[in-house]
């Protein structure tokens, strides 16, 4: 009995370091010309087995297996988000149903520690990659979430590693647990839905985001606010117009399933463009309902009243006869009370618009006038993430 226990828990760490397997650069990464990401300890086994061809799908040994059977599919872009990274290598490794990083006899002794779920794809001509596996299982008798492994290697540098893939409904994954997650390569949180008994969920990755020393993030020009491929943070703002009127609902929250808009609005705002841009997203919200929710967040703290900024938003949506937005405002962008900081949008002055699908930032516009190109602009890229 104790030898059992004892090979249980070996499997078990020998698989997933994924608090220490972070620290130290693989062997096959020192020949490349530049190493990235801090490391990646055990990244080197993803060249033990690597078939020659590897196409863009791949088909786990788990999607055969007892357990859930899982699809992701996503889509891999450079450093904008927007700019499909076609010939990308990705490489990924997971626990079977039972939670272990079990392995074949057949399998190449160096490759055991990662366990026979582990597979590879190559990104298509638009960046598109997909996997069909089975959902892992957490570790027995843990309280790390589920995961999957996934590496990137990209032309030219060392493989790093990503965030890993985990579930929004695992209740290991806790927000304390979320707020640990540096989203590198944007957010992994997998928001699945069930499709004829199958769990099928999207994760796109961003080339270099939150990559130390990749050279996308050098260059990346300074923004505001947070990158396509982050997560749209939760935050209670004061609802004064609107279907929560009068609560602190939370936008992503309660609406976050789809697509969404949130309309940050900052310091000294020009109202007659303010008025435009509702008008136009009050549209776009009757069209799309009940796919689409937006909101207006407004942000001034100059003079800042509560019940003068309610009483401003009120009378702005009565005026405009607003039946599908949110007018919401928050005392500042620097408020940690509602959670607003988490937007990184400290000493906001102008606007910016966020566009996020099941709660991952797919666009992002600063600063624009209610012209037409920019109406273009946003309803184009609401077709795009939509798509």
């Known amino acids: 009995m104790r030898m059992v226990i004892l090979l249980f828990m070996l499997s078990v760490w020998m698989g997933c370091q994924s608090e220490t397997h972070r620290s130290q650069s693989s062997p096959m990464a020192k020949a490349d010309s530049l190493i990235v990401g801090g490391g990646c300890e055990t990244c080197e086994y993803m060249y033990i087995g690597q078939p020659a061809e590897i196409d863009a799908v791949d088909t786990s040994e788990g999607w055969r297996e007892p357990g859930q059977k899982l699809v992701v599919k996503g889509r891999v872009f450079q450093i904008d988000g927007k700019t499909p990274a076609a010939g990308i290598l990705l490489y990924y490794w997971q626990t079977d149903h039972m939670g272990l990083y079990s392995y074949r006899s057949t399998m190449p002794e160096a490759a055991r520690r990662h366990g026979h779920i582990r597979g590879w794809v190559r990104t298509d001509a638009e960046g598109r990659y997909a996997l069909y596996t089975a959902r892992p299982a957490p570790y027995p008798n843990g309280n790390i ?56 969920a999207e994760r796109n990755i961003v ?110 949506g009565r005026a405009l006869n607003i039946q599908h937005l949110a007018l919401t405002y928050v005392p500042s962008f620097s408020d940690e009370e509602s959670e607003i900081h988490l937007n990184k949008l400290l000493d906001l002055t102008g606007n910016v618009f966020v566009l996020y699908k099941q709660r991952v930032i797919t666009d992002k516009f600063i600063d624009i006038q209610p012209t037409p190109t920019a109406m273009r602009s946003l309803t184009e890229a609401l077709e795009r993430a939509g798509s």
């Open 145 to 200: 979430p589920a995961h999957i492994h996934m590496v990137v290697k990209e032309p030219g540098m060392s493989e790093y590693y990503i965030d890993d893939y985990e579930f929004d409904d695992d209740k290991l994954l806790t927000g304390a647990e979320r707020k640990k997650r540096s989203s590198r390569g944007g957010t992994g949180v997998l928001r699945p839905e069930m499709v004829n008994g199958v769990q099928v």
């Open 207 to 316: 080339l270099g985001l939150n990559i130390p020393d990749h050279p996308a993030m050098k260059t990346k020009p300074k923004t505001i606010g947070l990158a396509v491929g982050e997560e749209q943070p939760s935050f209670i703002p004061f609802h004064a117009w609107g279907p929560d009127k009068g609560s602190r609902a939370c936008p992503v929250c309660k609406y976050g399933k789809y697509q969404g808009i949130i309309y940050f609005l900052g310091a000294n705002p020009n109202w007659n463009e303010v008025k435009q841009w509702l008008l136009f997203l009050e549209q776009e919200s009757k069209q799309r309902a009940p796919y689409l929710k937006v909101y207006l967040v407004y942000g001034d703290d100059h003079n800042y009243s509560s019940a003068i900024r309610d009483r401003e938003l009120f009378d702005l």
